[in-house]
């Protein structure tokens, strides 16, 4: 005899341990490769959130405002969406601090700075941000 488990929205279980609507959505992660939503169309943004839609396998970007937007139905709350931004944050200071390192090492220049004296800190920034870009591109794509 076989037994066939599905899951799907129209066999949810009273107790509320079956599936519910929020399950259908994971977030796949947070990128700043696609800066517009595929929900409202927004350009321009800073990070969008990929959600994948686990009914359909489609997946999407979409800003956080429409992400979290509960009538957008995605179901996530602010702690899993601040789980997540709090990924994505790490992970970009891990490219930046790879990348400074390349820069570096491929004899790019620094320039020192300070700015102590308009409350600021002292440092050394990168002076050639085309070349520290490519540096940028280099780490992720080794990644
Ligand atoms: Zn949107």
Redesign the pocket.
């Known amino acids: 005899m076989k037994f066939t488990i599905t899951f799907n929205g129209n066999d949810k279980k009273a107790d509320g341990n079956g599936p519910t609507e929020a399950s259908q959505y994971r977030i796949l992660g947070i990128t700043d490769s696609v800066t517009s ?1 595929d ?2 169309g ?1 350009t321009g943004l800073v990070k969008t959130v990929a959600i994948e839609d686990s009914e359909t396998g489609n997946m999407g970007h ?2 956080t ?2 992400a979290l937007n509960p009538a957008k139905c995605f179901g996530f709350s602010k702690s899993e969406m601040a789980k997540a931004i709090n990924r994505f944050k790490a992970e970009q200071q891990a490219i930046w601090l790879a990348a400074r390192r390349l820069y570096k090492s491929l004899g790019g220049q620094m320039i020192a700075y300070d700015f102590r004296s308009t409350g600021g800190d002292v440092g050394s920034k990168v002076a050639d941000m085309a070349f520290y870009n490519v540096c940028i591109e280099k780490v992720r794509a080794a990644r």
Do not use: A, I
Request: aromatic residues 12%.
């Open positions: 939503c929900c409202c927004k979409y800003g405002t429409c």
